[in-house]
């Protein structure tokens, strides 16, 4: 019995079960959308926590947990899922055998459809086969019908086609008849007025038949006129009755159909051009078709295009003459200007033909059954007219104010007319939008080397181009060439010696100059320009001479110049390149390299060095102080050779890359006249060594005898002195020679270095050999060493190599020798026997410590150069440099 029982309750009470019972759950329960595992166990919690309340446990007490009815109501909750579990897999069963059932169904309808096609298909080849009457299978009924229906119908085609021949066989027997016998095309007029297309077609067709009947039925017409010319009567009026006699007794059928043809013709051109300004183009394209079979169509293309407006406006300007600015043409013709643009006329006709053209493609594949035909033609009088007419007076203007000018219009017109040719191609003309066809791509190219055609022929362009540029350089250098023209072989000063021919030389060379001008076919404008750029006339005044006045920058190259002519040049290699075939490249290469290395390489930058070397081979001979004033001209020309080589290697010899003989020719030309430019300068070098040293030894020859024997009255004197007259004199000369040939000669490479180097082994050499020639007292010795400072600290300030100048080079040399004359005899036998390892090379040369410090150095003095020095001593007498001398 239950805890909670009590003997009161009513008798009707409703009796508690021994365990409370948890609460029911359904399907729904779980599957809702709001179902939370959280909110359903603290509803069970909840449950749990009424039934102890309800048990009467006090909320306070410590009775514990009971989880018995938890521990019910999940055996409950499970017991219930399996139970839906078992559900939903007899559901599950349920529809997988509907599944199963619905895809066989689906399968067998499937097999089923496709049966039913197999047999239509069958059914349809069977009948296909047998209309055709090659069926096998399809029994002879369907076979037979098949053969039938083809040879049914091609019976009836075989029909009508007879039909129509006889029809128009009779047509044309009629036509026949009425112009052999009456002389009249009735019938066939009355069709062509009829007004369809078709009739005039077949008009045109039938009238070209009756003229081959007449051929040959009435040959008699066709042979009238030799006929006559074959009656020869003695009376000319007999003749002519005969004539008039035959002429009524036949119809001249040939006439009367050439008659209705040119009728037929003419009436068919006026309708055409009566469409045509009416812009109905299929009226056009039926006049097209019927004069087609007239001639080619050849009278309707031609009215086409000579009618057209635009070729009727245009032979109005023909006879315009071509204007423009005329600062504008000089400009085209001075080298120095960039190329101006086409000519404006010439533009502007270009402009419209890009426009008329692209317009009128639309018009003629509207109106045309052949357009492709009639745009070539339209393109070949659009070129060959009014664009070629403008050119030759653009070209013929520009020839006119100078070749240069004559050469860019060309550029500029060729450029134009390419652009032009490109953008006709890409709006595809009367295939737009759709590419341009490849047989009008090729009208329009050829029309366009057809417009240049002249003005290549052979090698006359690149000819034109090396007159160009050869009449430029020869004025730009004139100056230059006048200048050497007047050196004399025999000179002493490079600058002075060249001016001083009298004036009458250069009126000279400016006359002939001019008269050579004059007497050439050159235009006067470009006669001025080639005046202005030589000098000869002033850009103010076009009409007076300038006198000429040479100064000695004028005997220079000058680089500014160079750098002139090297653009002129790239100019004519750009322009060539656009201009002419690519074939010819490599040869225009070779020909603007030959006038290159003649102009600027012989012309140029050898007569500079032949002048230079001129000179400095007159003053070998040591009778004055050299004058290096030459030195710049040698640094401009060494420039301007790698300018120019530097231009040759980047330009002209990668565009013959071509042709490799013509590469290999231009490379060897190039080689040679680099080397002989090379062997001028080594020898200019030379000869600067040589008369550098030749004066050095003149002024050393100077140096008196008692320099170096100061007398004992004259102590204070030479104490004051820090170098004898002889050494300052050499050191300024030095000294000078040094500044000029570092501000002559590039500073980059080797050559300056070279050179300089050279010049202090040389004055090393002269001054060793100086002082084995005077007798030193105790004070001289002094005198020498400051001498020997001096010549060693100019040399050393110099940029020459570290061997020489360095320490433990070889100017130490002359410290060392200074030091012979100075030491006392102790220090001189120390000196040489610490050096004494060196005199055992096998060599005979001993080693000489300069006694700084602990270094030693050799200084490759020999034992009969130390011998030589110290027995010039005033005091080498002595018995103490005696036994100096005899240990050696």
């Known amino acids: 019995m ?27 329960d779980f599957s809702s959308r709001d179902f939370m595992v959280k909110e359903f166990i603290e509803a069970l919690s909840e449950t749990a926590v009424s039934s102890r309340r309800s048990a009467g446990v006090p909320a306070g007490g410590s009775q514990p947990f009971d989880p018995k009815p938890l521990i019910r109501t999940f055996e409950h909750a499970q017991r219930r899922i399996v139970e839906l579990s078992g559900d939903l897999e007899i559901k599950e069963n349920e529809l997988s055998a509907a599944v199963r059932r619905a895809e066989a169904q689906h399968t067998q309808n499937l097999n089923t459809l496709g049966r039913k096609l197999s047999q239509t298909v069958d059914s349809f080849q069977q009948l296909d086969t047998s209309f055709n009457g090659t069926g096998m299978s399809g029994g002879e009924l369907s076979e037979a019908t098949g053969s039938m229906a083809v040879e049914t119908g091609r019976k009836l085609e075989e029909l009508d086609r007879q039909r129509r021949r006889a029809l128009d ?125 007239f001639n080619g169509g050849a009278s309707v293309i031609a009215l086409f295009v000579n009618q057209h407006q635009f070729f009727i406006d245009r032979s109005q300007l023909v006879t315009e003459q071509v204007g423009g600015d005329p600062e504008a043409w000089e400009m085209l013709a001075d080298p120095d200007a960039e190329p101006s643009k086409v000519e404006p006329s010439l533009q502007s006709l270009i402009d419209e033909v890009k426009v008329v053209v692209q317009e009128e493609s639309a018009i003629i594949k509207r109106a045309f059954p052949y357009y492709e035909q009639v745009l070539g ?36 017109s060729r450029s134009y007319l390419s652009a032009l ?113 030589a000098g000869l006339r002033e850009a103010t005044d076009s009409t007076k001479f300038a006198d000429i006045k040479l100064t000695e920058d004028d005997g220079i190259p000058s680089i500014a110049h160079a750098k002139r002519m090297l653009k002129w040049l790239a100019e004519a290699v750009g322009r060539g390149l656009e201009l002419s075939m690519t074939s010819e490249t490599p040869k225009d290469m070779l020909a603007l390299l030959g006038l290159l290395l ?36 040698i640094r401009n020309a060494i420039s301007i050779a790698n300018l120019m080589v530097m231009c040759i290697n980047t330009l002209l010899i990668p565009l013959a890359a071509g042709s490799i003989t013509v590469r290999r020719e231009m490379e060897k030309k190039t080689n040679l006249i680099t080397i002989r430019i090379e062997e001028k300068i080594n020898s200019i070098e030379q000869k600067v060594i040589d008369a550098t040293l030749t004066w050095v030894s003149k002024l050393l020859s100077g140096q008196k005898k008692n320099d170096f024997r100061p007398k004992e009255g004259d102590n204070t004197t030479w104490l004051e002195r820090l170098q004898t007259p002889t050494c300052a004199s050499t050191c300024a000369f030095l000294a000078r020679a040094h500044d000029v040939l570092k501000s002559s000669l590039p500073p980059s490479g080797s050559n300056l270095r070279q050179l300089l180097t050279e010049i202090a082994i040389g004055t090393k050499s002269l001054l060793l050999e100086h002082f084995k020639r005077f007798i030193v007292n105790g004070p001289g010795g002094l005198i020498v060493t400051k001498d020997m400072t001096q010549y060693t600290d100019l040399l050393r300030s110099w940029d020459i190599d570290e061997q020489i100048k360095g320490s433990s080079g070889a100017l130490d040399v002359l410290l060392e020798v200074g030091n012979l004359f100075v030491i006392g005899s102790e220090a001189l036998q120390e000196r040489i026997r610490g050096s004494a390892v060196n005199t055992g090379t096998g060599n005979g040369n001993a080693g000489i410590d300069q006694g700084r410090g602990t270094s030693h150095v050799d200084t490759n003095l020999s034992v009969q150069e130390v011998k030589a020095y110290v027995s010039r001593r005033e005091d080498s007498n002595t018995a103490a440099l005696q036994v100096v001398l005899n240990n050696l």
């Open 421 to 533: 040719v490109d953008d006709l191609k890409a709006h595809g003309l009367t295939e737009h939008p759709d590419p341009i066809s490849s047989q009008t791509a090729l009208i329009l190219d050829q029309q366009l080397e057809d417009l240049f055609v002249p003005y290549f022929v052979g090698s006359s362009y690149i000819e034109r181009e090396k007159k160009t540029l050869e009449e430029l350089y020869t004025s730009l250098q004139f100056k230059f060439t006048t200048f050497h023209a007047r050196r004399k072989k025999a000179v002493t000063t490079f600058m002075a010696s060249l001016s001083k021919s009298g004036t009458e030389v250069l009126v000279s060379a400016r006359d002939a100059y001019i008269s050579r001008l004059e007497s050439s076919e050159l235009p006067s404008t470009q006669k001025g320009l080639l005046l202005q750029l």
């Open 169 to 293: 066989a009779h047509f044309l027997l009629e036509c026949w008849d009425g112009v052999s016998n009456r002389g009249d095309l009735t019938l066939l007029e009355n069709l062509r007025r009829s007004g369809t297309g078709e009739a005039k077609v077949r008009s045109a067709q039938i009238a070209r038949q009756l003229l081959r009947i007449s051929q040959r039925l009435d040959t008699a017409s066709w042979d009238e006129a030799a006929g006559r010319h074959n009656e020869t009567f003695a009376n000319g009026s007999i003749a002519d009755e005969h004539a008039s006699t035959k002429g009524s007794m036949r119809l001249n059928t040939r006439e009367i159909i050439e008659k209705f043809s040119e009728t037929l013709e003419n009436d068919l051109l006026k309708q055409f051009d009566d469409f045509y300004r009416k812009a109905n183009f299929e009226g056009m394209k039926d006049c097209a078709t019927v004069l087609e079979d």
């Open 598 to 633: 003649s102009m600027m390489g012989e012309g140029y930058i050898e007569v500079c060095l032949d002048a230079a070397l001129d000179v400095a081979t007159s003053q070998e001979s040591g009778r004055t102080e050299p004058d290096l004033g030459y030195i710049p001209a």
């Open 2 to 28: 239950p805890d909670d029982a009590s003997p009161s309750s009513p008798s009707n009470a409703v009796p508690r079960p021994v365990f409370p019972q948890g609460p029911g759950f359904t399907l729904e």
């Open 377 to 412: 033609k339209f393109l070949q009088r659009v070129f060959q007219q009014s664009i070629q007419q403008r050119l030759e007076m653009v070209l013929d203007k520009a020839n006119s104010v100078s070749s240069l000018a004559f050469l860019r219009s060309l550029q500029s």
